[in-house]
């Protein structure tokens, strides 16, 4: 394999534009099954003057087992992508141009969450693959809209955010991502 800074060729000499689509489906699809792939989960919030979470952020989208759920921002991190332009790019597609994340120059996460193809192994799950997801708290002070492929955009207190029927809507363990993120900046009910 030749490996460049912005394209991938394969044996079969198929050149993959790295900076707009890392693997074309199939090529997904055959790596998705040897190796785990890095990816971010960023748990939008809202903060106070004083910086203290008041409202968590979730999306109603189609989940990756077929379901629909509430979820946080989730993505890959593509070649040569640094972790903070992956959040800003994905913050930007879920929750549109207009979110203006806060997020420091070299972001740091709260915790490294697991997704098997198994949810028994670690409670965090997506059918599709095994994935590390690097988690964040992204305070956005704009207007956010749900863009992309999530249907709705929700703003919940943390008690909503954990509650009964919050967790009943999310799937894949981002209901206890959610509850490891409040719990990070201290605003754990």
């Not at 790295?18 to 919030?45: C, F, H, K, M, S």
């Not at 992508?81 to 549109?96: M, P, Y």
């Not at 193809?117 to 994935?131: Q, Y």
């Not at 690097?134 to 249907?151: E, I, R, T």
Request: with cysteine; aromatic share 6%.
């Amino acid at each position: 394999m030749l490996i460049t800074k912005s394209f991938w060729s394969n044996k079969l000499g198929e050149i993959t534009d790295t900076r707009t689509n890392w693997l074309d489906n199939d090529q997904l699809e055959q790596v998705r099954g040897q190796v785990p792939l890095v990816y971010i989960d960023a748990v939008p919030v809202r903060v106070n003057e004083l910086g203290v979470v008041t409202h968590v952020g979730m999306l109603l989208r189609q989940a990756p087992d077929g379901s629909i759920s509430r979820t946080v921002v989730s993505g890959r991190v593509l070649l040569n992508e640094r972790i903070r332009e992956a959040l800003l790019r994905h913050i930007e597609k879920d929750l549109g141009s207009m979110a203006l994340p806060k997020i420091p120059p070299e972001p740091a996460p709260f915790t490294i969450v697991e997704y098997f193809t198994d949810p028994e192994i670690s409670g965090f799950h997506d059918p599709r693959h095994h994935a590390v997801s690097l988690a964040f708290v992204v305070p956005v002070s704009g207007d956010c809209q749900p863009s992309q492929q999530a249907l709705d955009l929700g703003w919940y207190t943390p008690a909503q955010a954990i509650s009964a029927e919050m967790r009943r809507e999310m799937t894949g363990g981002h209901d206890r991502l959610v509850r490891l993120a409040l719990a990070s900046v201290g605003v754990l009910p």
